[in-house]
């Protein structure tokens, strides 16, 4: 049964692992020793971004379905909200923060989930403890693009609601253009104000964090092809793009043209090689005293999680690596120091929650992380599941795409749902993960190999998407689909090739680099 089993999730998975960072096969680690990591809640659907506590309750946004769910007493509760989103590539449902009971949320709006879209919105709703009613439009954005679209939102010391947005493509003055008119994006706007902007020149976002101390608001900016950045966002903030990512050189100071009093400085650091930085915050808490002085930031590409020290003025970081003193980590320079934890998939947003502890979102595992001080650590610290899809990944372009989308939902909520199910997945990833990452850089490398993968999943998918119609909740239910499904699979991948190549084998003899693709299709 096992080596059954096996082949089921060898068909189902080849076409599965991440392009962001390590594959998950464990919960993540931290590098400090007084603290460990559990997944605090998994199995949240749809992709989730960013989160805000309310009270004690977690409201979580799932990107593609507009929903916002509750997480109540550690447990996944009930969809609070659902509104109708675009969600292709960087639009959904983006960003949440709150002042006491008022919740704001920024999303792409549609008339109907992945529909076109209509605008990019921020809506005020009050949260009842039990449903977000009673909503104001604030902000009317010009409409979206499928990139760049920002939505990381933050409160400040007194209360104000700040919202970043990217350059959805758009290239004017707030892009440091000579010309081209204002027109809300590459900003940070306070929502319940009219103009002017709080900062301008940003390329692309997805964390805005205020320091507890000082006030002060810091971004983080994702570069185009290098220099990814952390910013300290002085009012009046201009962060240079279109004309610089990173660190200035006299030559683009030169080239900068000054927009209406908006003064330009450089990031406080750059990862000269992207890593795509996405959620930032301050340990503010009891809990976390020893680092109240540092500040944490995750990325996307690597499941990372970094903490950067700051000066005694809180402007800025120190390092003890003295290549880091000129504020970039360059290509070949060790990140090591400012690492602090790796594994946690594609990082979306982190809060410290009313217990004083760290919350980790992660998009691409579906899952609230939590840090725990090793002392109260449970035993419900969990080793189980997890994983990403290398190949649909590679396959279809991006984690976000809905192939990928659709075989992590199988996974976790048709397969982990039964005991069956997931210890055979503990074993699949085992093996799995022993050769899914060369498939998926093979498929990066090779663009005409990608096609051909992506001809070969497509049957599986449609095969897989039989799990969406029958309801399996019992054991024997999951064998039996699953056997199945595999014999489905049998027959898809491993007879009727058979009998097709044997019959084209005589064409494609003088074709060498088709069968050579075929072969390596068939080997995998
Ligand atoms: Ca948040
Ligand atoms: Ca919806
Ligand atoms: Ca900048
Ligand atoms: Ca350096």
Redesign the pocket.
């Known amino acids: 049964m096992p080596k059954i089993i096996l082949l089921l999730w060898c068909s189902l998975m080849l076409f599965t692992p991440t392009v962001f960072g390590e594959p998950a096969g464990s919960v993540p680690i931290i590098k400090d020793q007084d603290f460990v990591v559990e997944r605090f809640v998994t199995g949240i659907e749809s992709s989730p971004t960013t989160m805000t506590f309310v009270g004690n309750d977690i409201l979580v946004l799932q990107k593609h379905d507009g929903k916002v769910r509750l997480i109540r007493d550690g447990h996944i509760d009930k969809v609070v909200l659902d509104v109708s989103v675009t969600n292709i590539g960087e639009q959904g449902m983006l960003g949440i923060t709150n002042v006491g009971s008022a919740v704001y949320l920024y999303f792409t709006e549609s008339a109907s989930d992945g529909g076109e879209p209509i605008a990019k919105r921020v809506y005020k709703y009050e949260w009842d403890r039990n449903d977000l009613v009673n909503p104001v439009l604030i902000k009317d954005l010009p409409q979206t693009r499928p990139y760049h679209n920002g939505g990381a939102m933050v409160t400040s010391l007194d209360d104000s609601v700040y919202l970043i947005l990217g350059d959805a493509g758009r290239y004017g003055k707030l892009q440091n253009h000579k010309t081209g008119e204002p027109d809300d994006t590459s900003v940070i706007m306070r929502i319940d104000k009219e103009e002017p902007y709080y900062a301008m020149g940003i390329r692309n976002s997805f964390g805005l964090a205020v320091d507890p101390v000082t006030g002060n608001i810091w971004d983080t900016e994702n570069g185009d092809d290098d220099f990814d950045e952390v910013n300290l966002v002085l009012p009046n903030f201009n962060s240079g793009w279109e004309v610089i990512m990173g660190p200035a050189t006299q030559d683009d100071l030169s080239l900068l043209p000054s927009y209406e009093g908006y003064v330009y400085s450089d990031p406080e650091f750059s990862w000269q090689k992207p890593v795509a930085p996405t959620a930032i915050t301050f340990a503010s808490s009891e809990q976390l005293a020893k680092f109240k002085d540092s500040v944490f930031v995750g990325d996307c590409i690597y499941g990372n999680l970094y903490k950067f020290d700051l000066n005694s003025d809180r402007t800025g970081f120190v390092f003890s690596n003295t ?2 003193d ?1 504020k ?3 290509l070949d ?1 060790s990140l090591d120091e400012v690492i602090f934890g790796s594994g946690f998939g594609c990082i979306t947003d982190l809060e410290i929650g009313p217990d004083g502890l760290l919350y980790i979102v992660s998009l691409s595992e579906g899952t609230i992380f939590r840090m725990i001080p090793q002392s109260i650590a449970t035993t419900s610290v969990s080793t189980e599941e997890g994983g990403g899809c290398l190949i649909a990944t590679a396959t279809f372009g991006s984690e976000l795409a809905p192939q990928v989308q659709f075989l992590r939902e199988i996974r976790d909520n048709t397969v982990l749902s039964t005991a069956s199910g997931t210890s055979f997945m503990t074993a699949f990833n085992a093996f799995y993960y022993s050769f899914s990452p060369a498939v998926a850089d093979l498929e990066r490398q090779n663009p005409m190999f990608k096609e051909t993968v992506k001809v070969a999943i497509t049957p599986l998918l449609s095969s897989l998407s039989l799990l969406q119609y029958v309801y399996i909740d019992s054991e024997a239910e999951m064998l039996g689909y699953g056997i199945s499904i595999i014999l489905l699979n049998v027959g898809m991948y491993f007879v009727s090739p058979v009998v097709i190549i044997s019959k084209l084998k005589k064409k494609l003899v003088k074709n060498r680099t088709q069968s050579r693709f075929l072969h390596e299709i068939l080997s995998n």
């Open positions: 290549q880091l000129d970039v980590v360059n320079e």
